[in-house]
Structures are given as structure tokens and as C-alpha cells.
């Protein structure tokens, strides 16, 4: 199969596809509350996994690098916007951390971190895609398949299980740091607080 044929097949467009809502669902954040917003990254999650690990492996074809279309600018904006929704619900601790591997270290990581670094790797490849530059296409579906394996796919296997938490936690964000039945930091409830990383017996881990 060449290039033309792999970045036509059923399982790159079947991607794009899944890849592009994620996209638009990272930059209309604002748009639908918190809750609404977790739901569909609860589904998207998942489905981009998937997808992703059905890509085909392909051989770049160009010397010179790829162009980065999301600036960092770009990236601090939206950043900052799934910051405001999740406010303190933003932080969890994580389970695995590539850089300690199999450690005992506890490591905190930031939902919206996460969801804007897949974002960003996602947003390159879709309009490097979108120039219809068949070298241009498979070179940055071989930078995205490769970043996957060694980036953004532990992080969405990460990110899905405090998404997970969240959606079925019954936390209410139009008064995050206000509700006394659902918040981090005050032993209501304590599985909650250990999941967060804010009980305070963790504190020093």
C-alpha cells in the first residue's frame, strides 16, 4: 500500500474523524456546562484510543520537519479555560508516570493538562491533514501514530479515569468550593479526597 492509499483508508479517515470532534470539543469548551463537557470526553476518550491504535504503520517520506500549528498561545488560552471549569477538581493523583515507571512516588497530575496535550498533538496532525498534501498527510500521520505510542496515548488512558471519577461523582461546579457534601480537601468524602491527592495523610507522599 502506498502512501496515497494509507492516508485515504478506512482506519485514517475513521480517525480524523474521531479526532476532529475531540478537537472541536477542547475549543468550545465554553459552551455547555462542566458536566456536559466530562460526559463527551468520557466517550471521546475511548473512541480516540481505539482509533488510534488501529492506525497503519507508514514511513516518512520528507527531510525537512513538520510546521506546529498550535502556539503556545493557543495552547495556554484553552488551557486556562478547562482550568476555570474544573477549578479544584482539576488535579488527581496518578497511578503511572512514565519517568518513575514502576515507583512508589505519587505523582499529581492536571486533567486539563492532559486533555490540552493530546489536543495539541492532534490539532498538528488535523491541519498538516487538511493541506491535502499526500506527503505532507502521511508524514504527519507518522508523527502523530509515533507520538502516541511514546506521548498522548498513556495520557488518555490517565485522564479517562479522573474524567471517569468526575462524571459519577455528582460534583456540583456552578458551586465548586462552596458544596460541603462532594469536595477534595475536606474528607467528604474521604475516597474522594485520597483520589485528588488533597487527604492529608498523603500530603507528604
Known sequence: MNSLEIVYS??????????NEYCQAIE???RIP???NLQKMQKLLPLLYLKASLLPQTERVLDEELEKYVSEFDYNVLHQKWLALLNEYDSFYEVF????QFGHEAVTASISENLLDIYQDLKNFLV?????NEEVMNDALVECTEHFVQFWGQQVVNVLRAVHMLV?????FENSGKNDTVQPGTGNPKWLD???????ENEDV
Open 34 to 36: 462542566a458536566t456536559a
Open 128 to 132: 498538516a491533514y487538511s493541506i491535502g
Open 10 to 19: 478506512r482506519n485514517v479517515v475513521e480517525f480524523v474523524t474521531v479526532a
Open 194 to 200: 485520597s483520589f485528588w491527592g488533597t487527604d492529608e
Open 28 to 30: 468550545q469548551v465554553n
Open 97 to 100: 508516570d512514565p519517568s518513575i
Open 168 to 172: 459519577y461523582s455528582d460534583v456540583d
